[in-house]
């Protein structure tokens, strides 16, 4: 069984910053991508950030100079480090990763629980 723990959300003021975590744990044979999307109320889910399992990154133009993903493969850990909020980026945000277990080795699609972020004006 995978797991994928978000941490790191919760409420901040426009100009400030926050740093999302999540952890991928359980029988994993291989992380292929990882990435974060999020939804807002009445919104559909978009991409906000992806890794590759070799470091490329691709973002959402929304996010550009203001959002670095990374990853740190020793820990099956994807990061979003989020500077320069904005009231727009409110949302719930889901960690997703693309990777093969150890029992069946065929990649599949995981995501995480969703946490919070709220950008007060």
């Known amino acids: 069984q995978v797991q994928l723990v978000e941490s790191g959300g919760g409420l901040v003021q426009a100009g400030g910053s926050l740093r999302l975590s999540c952890a991928a744990s359980g029988s994993i044979f291989s992380i292929n991508a990882m990435g974060w999307y999020r939804q807002a109320p009445g919104k559909q889910r978009e991409l906000v950030a992806g890794?590759?399992?070799?470091?490329?990154?691709n973002y959402a133009d929304s996010v550009k100079g203001r959002f670095t993903i990374s990853r740190d493969n020793t820990k099956n850990t994807v990061y979003l480090q989020m500077n320069s909020l904005k009231p727009e980026d409110t949302a719930v945000y889901y960690c997703?990763?693309?990777?093969?277990?150890?029992?069946?080795?065929?990649?599949?699609?995981?995501w995480g629980q969703g946490t919070q972020v709220t950008v007060s004006p």
């Open positions: 890794i590759t399992s070799g470091g490329s990154t």
């Open positions: 997703h990763a693309v990777l093969s277990t150890i029992r069946t080795m065929i990649l599949y699609d995981y």
